[in-house]
């Protein structure tokens, strides 16, 4: 009699434990970051699934209900630099570093298009994503970051058809090749750095959108994608590199066709810029991150 009483008193304990924590729920307070310098970064590998799985949606809605697919990502770089090879390899006679113009253009459109459509997409995001940030909380970071990443697969199906292309004209692939990563990451950075700050302006002033495709317009004839480095003059070409995809086309075409160019202190001053501009931008978007949803 004694053990079933015992039995009983424990049982009662334990349903008076549960009832207690779930009648008295843990608080759980959600307050904005303090101090400018305050990045918290580490919330993004905790929410590394939502990363994959908004990337992921990104990739299957670009193409949804389209009839060639990702038959544009050949496409696009390749009707460019069709375009650019008549216009400036053969009327204007822009020189190409002694390679064929065409494979000297698609070369850097490659990474371009990784930047530009990463940029334009990233800055815009927030405001797609509306409904997203505004019933849910997570990390606002994840939402850029992932239209971002979501411009690899493009990418990926470009540089497969410039080593088709390397192999038609017989451009050799040296050892340079395996530093191309670093390029690929460095044109992410850009993308991300300049997204940052574009994305968290246009959540409060939707001019943004209407200005990014002169934005990317003006930027694209400001980077050596269609002509050499060579036809700027030596002593404005670290003013230049401030651009921060001219270190990036530039280690492109080292990388794959052999150029020089990338050497000296133009590739250095590009880095420097996109370490500033994405640390400046992170700092920004991180200090207007708890008024997104209020304005978006």
Do not use: C
């Amino acid at each position: 009699m004694n053990l079933e009483i015992d039995h009983l008193e424990n049982q009662k304990q334990t349903v008076s434990g549960v009832l207690s924590v779930i009648q008295e729920p843990p608080d759980l307070e959600i307050a904005p970051a303090r101090g400018w310098f305050n990045l918290d970064l580490s919330d993004l590998w905790r929410y590394r699934e939502l990363i994959y799985f908004l990337t992921l949606r990104d990739v299957m809605v670009r193409y949804k209900q389209t009839v060639l697919g990702a038959a544009w990502a050949i496409l696009q770089p390749l009707l460019t630099m069709i375009l650019f090879s008549l216009i400036f390899g053969r009327f204007a006679g822009l020189p190409s570093d002694g390679l064929p113009y065409p494979i000297f253009t698609f070369t850097a459109l490659i990474p371009w298009g990784l930047f530009a459509y990463a940029l334009t997409h990233s800055s815009t995001s927030l405001v797609a994503d509306r409904n997203l940030i505004t019933k849910i909380y997570f990390p606002r970071l994840v939402i850029p970051l992932s239209s971002v990443l979501s411009s690899l697969l493009d990418f990926a199906i470009s540089l497969l058809m410039l080593f088709a292309m390397m192999l038609f004209f017989q451009v050799p692939i040296t050892w340079r090749v395996l530093i191309l990563p670093l390029f690929v990451l460095l044109a992410i950075l850009s993308a991300v750095s300049v997204g940052l700050w574009l994305s968290a302006l246009n959540v409060q002033y939707r001019d943004v959108r209407y200005t990014l495709p002169f934005l990317t317009q003006v930027w694209l004839f400001a980077t050596p994608v269609a002509y050499s480095l060579t036809i700027v003059p030596e002593q404005w070409r670290w003013l230049y590199s401030l651009n921060p995809m001219v270190g990036v086309v530039e280690g492109f075409r080292w990388a794959l066709l052999g150029t020089d160019t990338v050497v000296g202190p133009l590739f250095p001053v590009s880095i420097a810029i996109i370490l500033l501009l994405l640390f400046s931008g992170l700092v920004y978007f991180k200090r207007m991150e708890d008024t997104f949803a209020d304005l978006v």
